[in-house]
T-cell receptor
Framework: NAGVTQTPKFRVLKTGQSMTLLCAQD?????MYWYRQDPGMGLRLIHY???????AKGEVPDGYNVSRLKKQNFLLGLESAAPSQTSVYFC???????????????FGEGSRLTVL | AQTVTQSQPEMSVQEAETVTLSCTYD???????LFWYKQPPSRQMILVIR??????QNATENRFSVNFQKAAKSFSLKISDSQLGDAAMYFC???????????????FGGGTRLMVKP
């Protein structure tokens, strides 16, 4: 029972490089999210998606792009990495309210990204 | 926009004792969920307990219980009989229950690091 899977788990980038984080969920959830976690700031929402082909900005979207071409996948891209994007990134998914929700988000294991 | 505040960056408790972690939130909504998540060193986010705002009864899960004060917008977590495995970061989180297709994302507090002393 995989749940939410993130790849890669660790990555080191140089300033200006690009990369993509992949999130895959096998629970047929409509909603997916990308968060970043920084010390003392909890988790902050970067982008989210309420369904295949849709994306929306969260609290801290600058410097990131996302795509949801398939319902089970949500990609987070960094076009030109900056040291300020050094963080731990979490993907999460959930059902919509009209599917009998518990309100819970299901999280991946996180991806640690370091930008030098 | 909703905000969640955890005023205790760090807490410590003696093994087998009881500890309470504080959380306050700000919202104009009446229907929402509140959560406590635990994050051990493995980084995995583990749901500890949830509370639906329309329920007056405080949620409990084994050694974990909450004190939900809706009027005061307070949602504290009590851990009884603390164990070494309870040492972790704890995050309080808010989620709207509105059915408006706006994502219903979680808004997190800054976290409280709990240390358990043997």
């Amino acid at each position: 029972n995989a749940g939410v899977t993130q790849t890669p788990k660790f990555r080191v980038l140089k300033t200006g490089q690009s990369m993509t984080l992949l999130c895959a969920q096998d629970m047929n959830h409509e909603y997916m999210y990308w968060y970043r976690q920084d010390p003392g700031m909890g988790l902050r929402l970067i982008h989210y998606s309420v369904g295949e082909g849709t994306t929306a900005k969260g609290e801290v979207p600058d410097g990131y792009n996302v795509s949801r071409l398939k319902k089970q996948n949500f990609l987070l891209g960094l076009e030109s990495a900056a040291p300020s994007q050094t963080s731990v990134y979490f993907c999460a998914s959930s059902r919509t309210r009209d599917r009998g929700p518990t309100g819970e988000l299901f999280f991946g294991e996180g991806s640690r990204l370091t930008v030098l | 926009a909703q905000t969640v505040t955890q005023s205790q960056p760090e807490m410590s408790v003696q093994e087998a004792e009881t500890v309470t972690l504080s959380c306050t939130y700000d919202t104009s909504e009446s229907d929402y969920y509140l959560f406590w998540y635990k994050q051990p060193p493995s980084r995995q986010m583990i749901l500890v307990i949830r509370q639906e705002a329309y329920k007056q009864q405080n949620a409990t899960e084994n050694r974990f219980s909450v004190n939900f004060q809706k009027a005061a917008k307070s949602f504290s977590l009590k851990i009884s009989d603390s164990q070494l495995g309870d040492a972790a970061m704890y995050f309080c989180a808010y989620r709207s229950a509105k059915n408006n297709n706006a994502g219903n994302m979680l808004t997190f507090g800054g976290g409280t690091r709990l240390m358990v002393k043997p």
